[in-house]
């Protein structure tokens, strides 16, 4: 896997999951110096630890809303065997597929979008021997973080 790039599997990585223990260890110890009542203390502290083995045990979160992204688009000119979907983190650029089987349809749903995220998508027609038109025009999604 290259610098800056991303997991496309829709998985919470590794670091995904450091990072959740290290934001709630954080909140704990911020919570812990400022005045909070302890009764409340106690409920976020509990809240965010559920919240965490949510998450790193691949279910999904509490405080995180499940996105999708659904992309339409006109049919190609030329005879089609399918359409394959691209997707990158970047605009321009390194795009990876994301479906793993031709698309016949004009439509595509993406269901493995993280929150706080910009995606850039662009599709590609395949005829009957696989070969790949150009890309379309890109169009963008950007993923709320929450709700």
């Not at 049919?75 to 983190?89: I, L, M, N, P």
């Not at 795009?95 to 993406?110: A, F, G, H, P």
Request: hydrophobic residues 40%.
């Amino acid at each position: 896997m290259r610098r800056h790039s991303r997991r496309h599997s829709g998985r919470r990585s590794r670091i995904a999951r450091i990072a959740w223990g290290l934001e709630a260890m954080l909140f704990c110890f911020t919570a812990e110096n400022i005045w909070i009542d302890p009764w409340l203390r106690s409920m976020v502290v509990l809240l965010l630890g559920v919240e965490w083995c949510r998450v790193t045990n691949g279910l999904p979160g509490m405080l995180r809303r499940t996105h999708t992204v659904t992309l339409t688009w006109k049919a190609s000119s030329s005879e089609v065997a399918g359409y394959a979907v691209y997707r990158s983190v970047t605009r321009g650029g390194n795009y990876v597929r994301i479906n793993s089987s031709l698309v016949r349809e004009l439509t595509y749903t993406d269901r493995s979008v993280d929150g706080g995220v910009t995606y850039f998508y662009v599709v590609r027609a395949l005829d009957d021997r696989g070969n790949q038109s150009l890309n379309s025009n890109e169009t963008s999604a950007s993923i709320p973080f929450l709700w």
